[in-house]
């Protein structure tokens, strides 16, 4: 078989196809995956992202995640976020956050080749939905400037916020 024929037009169909689904098999463990964009990337405080899901399984253990991608201009080595979790008959749960963004030297963590990083952040782990029916999750930063009491109104550099949910083997 000669070696430019692969490489030939209609190859590429079949190559696309190929990793549409490698790509999807990346993804599969997952319960929910999803994705807000910040507009601009500048986060405003008052700017909640949220996520609603149903849930039928009221017994499967499941990881949480916040998703974060942040560019070069995000300017702390740490951020704060306010997580709330509305259950389907008006429970509530809120949690304030703490996550490292970068390394002690100050370089971001996360995955990613560009300036763009995307940071996998542990929000519950092991735990399972009691209750069958809508949930909603609501993420938002609760970012400062060293000695100041007022949050920052804009954060720059988040780009994306996103919310998985993974079902535990």
């Avoid at 169909?13 to 997952?30: E, N, R, V």
């Avoid at 807000?36 to 399984?57: A, M, P, Q, R, Y």
């Amino acid at each position: 078989m000669n070696v430019h024929k692969l490489f030939d037009i209609k190859f590429y169909p079949i190559l696309f196809i190929g990793i549409f689904f490698i790509l999807q098999s990346c993804t599969k463990d997952s319960f929910f995956n999803e994705y807000k964009n910040v507009n601009g990337t500048k986060w405003h405080k008052d700017s909640i992202k949220s996520f609603s899901f149903n849930v039928l399984d009221t017994v499967s253990k499941n990881n949480i995640y916040v998703n974060l991608r942040n560019n070069k201009d995000y300017g702390f080595s740490n951020i704060f976020l306010i997580v709330g979790i509305e259950f389907p008959n008006n429970y509530k749960v809120t949690d304030t956050l703490e996550y490292k963004m970068t390394d002690p030297r100050g370089n971001f963590l996360g995955t990613g080749f560009s300036d763009i990083k995307e940071n996998k952040l542990e929000y519950k782990t092991n735990v399972s939905f009691p209750v069958k029916g809508d949930y909603h999750i609501k993420v938002q930063q609760a970012m400062r400037k060293s000695q100041n009491v007022d949050g920052l109104i804009y954060l720059d550099g988040i780009t994306d916020v996103g919310l998985e949910i993974k079902k535990v083997e």
